[in-house]
């Protein structure tokens, strides 16, 4: 019989029925002001440049604060102290909207020149929309901000060295129900220190003692008839000491409650996830077997691109709410989504048992016998992505490389003193011959941006995905490979079957990969963007 044990049930959440204030200070030295086609753009080395289509770009810091147990983020303040112009007239560059990478015409040049031409503050709030996110019961406000004030038609620019946010909460029954998720293992506290700014806020949480006869962390879901293949599978993680269960799509679509078979595969996940502690989920199947859920999506570029079929495991990944609260076919619209993950969820796009076999021989022998002596020889491989202004795959990959605070954010990527080659199509051209070449000799982890299509990536063609091409990744020669890419639609995995499916499905070539199941978004002549 399962028991869990919620430690001073929260008791957190009953002490506090009246709102609380949460603030958080940040400072800036003076921004560096670089000259962009006829405009200046301003950054203080750790901001997004960012700004509605056609109105001045202004870097904005993020926000990302945790929260009492149980409460929500109601409002935000924003305090600038010691207030410095800076000398000189400016106009900002325009924001350009993002484009999906696959769109390689001209597009038209947004200037929204009523905001250029007016003598108000611009902008007219420092801070960015509020919203509050759960990730493993832990309550988030997130939010942005600008330290800079800007006067578009005198051309004067100041900003703030010191800002102070502060966060107005509530108890809130939505967080309440989000405490049923809570955890406090080591690695989800792991996690929520690294998201937080004011990481001291974790002690504020009651600890979760998960006290259960059937505890375990990887849950597959798998139809009936592959329900026996995976034994060997959970042996090898049960010697890594991560404990495994596979339930049948058959059994979940039996018992479990829901609307439709999407939402009782999520609902069975959000029950192992509450009475057993799973970490991670393997869907079993392509979507005629373990069904996805599609998301909605409208973007502001050209005349919009707007979509309500976008396949995303992200629903099964992200346990709080049910993304749908006006219960309309627009699953995932702002304010519906749960954007922190709970759970890792991945999926074997699998149609057959010779599919399952490839995929459990590659998983396996990657794991249990790699070929040694080719982990740090990844390839980077870049195409040209737009002519005016000019950019270039190689320069979001270069990214990777080392520690950068690009864009808002600070990554740490590839160990530089790795053997690291690169196939870049801004000093040379190059063709899917060469990067199968490269592949066979092992060259085991593979990045790539540059244009796609559901049977298209990287110069190489659904046709040209077949054992006898990629002969040398078959796990003894070399090792299998893991492959990311920033192109359009090669992983929509609800068409049959996209070029990034064919890969992993194989005997030889792919391990596993990563890429967008529609559009892989960008900004031309910089390296920021939704999908980069």
Request: hydrophobic content about 35%; charged content about 20%.
């Amino acid at each position: 019989m399962k028991k869990i044990t919620l430690l001073a049930l929260f008791v957190l959440f009953l002490f506090s029925t009246q709102a609380g204030v949460i603030e958080q200070s940040y400072y800036f030295s003076s921004p560096v002001v670089t000259q962009y086609k006829g405009y200046q753009q301003l950054s203080f080395g750790n901001e997004l440049l960012t700004a509605l289509p056609g109105n001045p770009a202004l870097p904005y810091h993020a926000v990302s604060l945790l929260l009492p147990p149980g409460h929500v983020a109601t409002a935000i303040e924003f305090i600038g102290e010691n207030e410095v112009a800076l000398e000189g007239s400016y106009t900002l560059w325009p924001y350009q909207p993002s484009r999906p990478l696959s769109e390689t015409g001209e597009t038209k040049f947004y200037k929204n020149e009523p905001v250029y031409a007016s003598g108000n503050l611009y902008p007219a709030a420092q801070h960015g929309q509020l919203s509050t996110q759960f990730m493993n019961g832990y309550s988030f406000a997130l939010s942005a901000f600008t330290p800079v004030q800007y006067y578009p038609a005198e051309g004067k620019i100041s900003y703030f060295t010191k800002v102070t946010i502060r966060i107005t909460t509530e108890p809130e029954v939505r967080a309440s129900v989000a405490l049923q998720n809570l955890s406090s293992k080591t690695d989800v506290q792991k996690r929520v220190l690294s998201l937080a700014q004011n990481p001291e806020l974790l002690t504020t949480y009651p600890e979760r003692t998960l006290r259960s006869d059937d505890a375990y962390e990887l849950l597959i879901i798998t139809p009936q008839q592959f329900e026996d293949n995976f034994s060997e599978l959970e042996n090898i993680y049960l010697t890594r000491a991560v404990r495994s269960h596979v339930f049948t799509t058959e059994y979940i679509q039996q018992n479990i409650d829901g609307q439709d078979f999407p939402e009782k595969i999520r609902n069975f996940i959000i029950q192992e996830y509450q009475q057993s502690g799973i970490e991670y989920v393997l869907l079993g199947g392509d979507v005629e077997h373990v069904p996805y859920r599609g998301f909605y999506c409208y973007v502001v570029s050209g005349s919009g691109y707007e979509s309500n079929d976008i396949p995303a495991d992200l629903y099964y990944s992200g346990l709080d709410g049910n993304w749908n609260d006006d219960g309309d076919n627009r699953w995932g619209e702002p304010e519906e989504d749960d954007l922190l993950p709970d759970v890792a969820v991945a999926r074997f796009p699998i149609s057959n048992a010779t599919d399952l076999s490839n995929m459990l021989n590659k998983t396996i022998s990657y794991q249990n016998a790699p070929v040694l002596g080719e982990f740090q020889k990844p390839l980077l491989a870049g195409e040209f992505l737009y002519n005016d202004p000019e950019t270039w795959g190689k320069d979001y990959l270069d990214l990777l490389i080392g520690e950068h605070d690009d864009n808002g954010y600070t990554t740490v990527g590839i160990p530089v003193n790795y053997d690291i080659e690169t196939m870049y199509e801004y000093d040379a051209s190059w063709s899917g011959s060469d990067l199968i070449n490269k592949i066979n000799q092992g060259k085991q982890f593979v990045h790539h941006v540059g244009h796609a299509n559901e049977t298209y990536v990287a110069h190489l063609s659904n046709s040209d995905i077949t054992d006898a091409n990629f002969y040398g990744a078959n796990g003894v020669d070399h090792n299998f490979t893991i492959m990311q890419t920033h192109g359009c639609t090669c992983g929509a995995f609800d068409y049959s079957d996209c070029i990034l499916e064919k890969m992993v499905t194989i005997h030889n070539f792919a391990a596993a990969v990563v890429g967008n199941s529609r559009y892989g978004w960008f900004n031309e002549g910089q390296t920021e963007g939704p999908a980069a």
